[in-house]
């Protein structure tokens, strides 16, 4: 988690660079140079990445005690990065009690705590910035993946900034509008718009 997450405080955090704010354009590149991802299925469309093909099954066969099967999905407002979300899994159990007493040592005491089943879910903000730790002794691999037996705990941390959160606030406030207009007066921009929200 250290290495994970760079930044004193919730209102600086990133991962390793990639955060809230920074151009999409830069996220990506941070996804190859500090990570050596690769853009999944559906390309900039979904921006979502992570381990790749041959990539994962090497992965897999090194059993790294500190890490398993990763995945970042990006969410944009126009061209800037407004969430950042990181999902791990472990081959292995999670200490959460250890963990959440390191985390509240460095981010302070959350602002909400609460077990979720068999993990906890910590909720910080600050600075405009959002941070959300959701550590469990369960997955949440999808059902395709020929790996999921093998894991055991995963790891969840999201990241948002109260500009996208605002962003959000407003599309869908434009989205109610546009449902109201007869189908005739949309445009295709319009149409696009609601159907991604």
């Given at each position: 988690?250290?290495?994970?997450?760079?930044?004193?405080?919730?209102?600086?955090?990133?991962?390793?660079?990639?955060?809230?704010?920074?151009?999409?354009?830069?996220?990506?590149?941070?996804?190859?140079?500090?990570?050596?991802?690769?853009?999944?299925?559906?390309?900039?469309?979904?921006?979502?990445?992570?381990?790749?093909?041959?990539?994962?099954?090497?992965?897999?066969?090194?059993?790294?005690?500190?890490?398993?099967?990763?995945?970042?999905?990006?969410?944009?407002?126009?061209?800037?990065?407004?969430?950042?979300?990181?999902?791990?899994h472990f081959t292995g159990p999670?200490?959460?009690?250890?963990?959440?007493?390191?985390?509240?040592?460095?981010?302070?005491?959350?602002?909400?705590?609460?077990?979720?089943?068999?993990?906890?879910?910590?909720?910080?903000?600050?600075?405009?910035?959002?941070?959300?730790?959701?550590?469990?002794?369960?997955?949440?691999?999808?059902?395709?993946?020929?790996?999921?037996?093998?894991?055991?705990?995963?790891?969840?941390?999201?990241?948002?900034?109260?500009?996208?959160?605002?962003?959000?606030?407003?599309?869908?406030?434009?989205?109610?509008?546009?449902?109201?207009?007869?189908?005739?007066?949309?445009?295709?921009q319009d149409k696009m718009d609601?159907?991604?929200?």
């Amino acid at each position: 988690m250290e290495r994970l997450i760079s930044g004193d405080s919730v209102a600086h955090v990133s991962l390793h660079g990639v955060k809230p704010g920074i151009p999409y354009v830069d996220a990506k590149k941070l996804m190859s140079i500090r990570f050596s991802y690769k853009t999944a299925i559906g390309g900039d469309l979904i921006k979502e990445f992570g381990l790749i093909g041959r990539d994962v099954k090497r992965y897999k066969r090194a059993a790294r005690r500190d890490g398993g099967l990763i995945k970042i999905k990006i969410k944009t407002m126009d061209k800037t990065v407004g969430q950042v979300k990181y999902i791990e899994h472990f081959t292995g159990p999670i200490d959460l009690n250890g963990l959440r007493s390191r985390l509240t040592e460095r981010f302070g005491k959350p602002e909400q705590f609460k077990f979720t089943g068999n993990g906890i879910r910590m909720t910080w903000a600050d600075g405009g910035m959002n941070l959300v730790i959701n550590p469990a002794n369960s997955v949440v691999l999808e059902r395709y993946n020929p790996y999921s037996s093998d894991y055991k705990s995963s790891l969840i941390v999201t990241m948002w900034s109260d500009d996208y959160k605002d962003y959000l606030t407003a599309a869908e406030k434009r989205c109610e509008g546009l449902r109201n207009k007869p189908m005739s007066e949309l445009s295709v921009q319009d149409k696009m718009d609601i159907m991604q929200g």
